[in-house]
């Protein structure tokens, strides 16, 4: 199976910018479709964005389209969050996720191995 970890996680004011990284090892991530989720204290995991096992199939939610950008290197097997313009209400655990039932890529059952998170916190 495929094992993943999220870096790139800190604190940053508001309006400012942070890249997320998710190193996977085991298998190589062009076998499965990826997302990234978030989960706030006291609120459910949502979802963030994906790009299934292709590459040609990319979604954002509603809250970070136009702000985040998902992408992938397969040299390096490593998945990508690229997030701009930050507010505080994007404060959060964010999650990498891979999964190959090759199903929604919006839901989180369609995950099967997930990272252990890292924090992001925006300022204000």
């Known amino acids: 199976q495929v094992q993943l970890v999220e870096s790139g996680g800190g604190l940053v004011q508001a309006g400012g910018s942070l890249r997320l990284s998710c190193a996977a090892s085991?298998?190589?991530?062009?076998?499965?479709?990826l997302g990234w989720f978030r989960q706030a204290p006291g609120k459910e995991r949502e979802f963030v964005a994906a790009?299934?096992?292709?590459?040609?199939?990319?979604d954002y939610a509603d809250s970070v389209k136009g702000r985040f950008t998902i992408s992938r290197d397969i040299a390096k097997n490593t998945v990508f969050l690229e997030m701009y313009s930050l507010n505080p209400e994007d404060t959060a655990v964010y999650y990498c996720?891979?999964?190959?039932?090759?199903?929604?890529?919006?839901?989180?059952?369609?995950?099967?191995?997930w990272g252990q998170g890292t924090q992001v916190t925006v300022s204000s």
């Open positions: 790009i299934n096992w292709s590459g040609y199939n990319i």
């Open positions: 996720a891979a999964g190959n039932s090759f199903s929604v890529l919006q839901k989180i059952d369609t995950y099967n191995h």
């Open positions: 085991g298998r190589s991530i062009s076998g499965y479709d």
